[in-house]
């Protein structure tokens, strides 16, 4: 027998473990609004009130702890994240409480996933084992995980492992939809420019030359 939705231990699952080698330069602490890009999917994170929040940090982990408000998060570090963030699902795996019913996975560089995406991700789940949001141009996270499938999660390997897991059981996959283009991830500087632009927001460094 299901639990209730209502009734579920819910984790959401914060990756921020990159190293940031395309950028040149530790995107997780890049300027965003009034904080950090990392810092504002953490406060998107806390308004989901998740049962348990786990971020997972790998590069540039220490001027996180330094600079990032982490109030609410329990920390897990990857040391071996240049394998790509299976590895840093596989470290948040580990740290989840032994009631977590549903995982839901958030990227550190992806500021533009907001709560209410969250909210329609895990509403439009159902009962299904996964579930990932339908954006207007394709498939995009943020991605939720049913317990039965935990095991698999980690036996992920490198940075597509878990599309490769979505294509693999593509029969136990609900696809959420949600208004609008996939938000945007960051990469390189062209990227975080992007990224940017789509919030209504400009670089510090054009800010510094206005």
């Known amino acids: 027998m299901h639990r209730p939705q209502a009734e579920r231990f819910v984790a959401g699952l914060v990756l921020g473990a990159g190293s940031s080698t395309r950028l040149g330069r530790a995107k997780q602490l890049l300027p965003y609004g009034e904080g950090t890009l990392i810092g504002h999917v953490l406060e998107v994170a806390r308004a989901c009130r998740f049962d348990q929040l786990v971020v997972a940090l790998g590069g540039a982990a220490e001027a996180v702890r330094a600079n990032v408000d982490l109030a609410g998060a329990e920390v897990v570090v990857n040391d071996a994240h ?34 209410g995406t969250v909210a329609a991700l895990l509403a439009g789940r159902g009962d299904a084992p996964l579930a990932v949001c339908r954006y207007d141009d394709g498939r995009g996270h943020p991605i939720a995980f049913a317990r039965p499938v935990f095991d698999e999660l980690r036996d992920l390997h490198g940075d597509k492992g878990v599309w490769r897991l979505l294509d693999r059981r593509v029969a136990d996959v609900a696809e959420v939809p949600i208004a609008g283009r996939i938000p945007l991830d960051v990469d390189t500087s062209a990227d975080y420019t992007a990224v940017l632009a ?8 054009a800010a510094s030359r206005a």
Do not use: T, W
Not at 95 to 115: F, I, K, N, T, Y
Not at 198 to 205: I, K, R
């Open 82 to 115: 240049g394998g790509g963030c299976s590895s840093s699902i596989g470290a948040g795996l580990a740290a989840l409480h032994p009631r977590a019913d549903v995982l839901v996975l958030l990227l550190a560089d992806q500021p533009g996933v907001s709560a």
């Open 198 to 205: 789509a919030a209504g927001l400009e670089s510090a460094a």
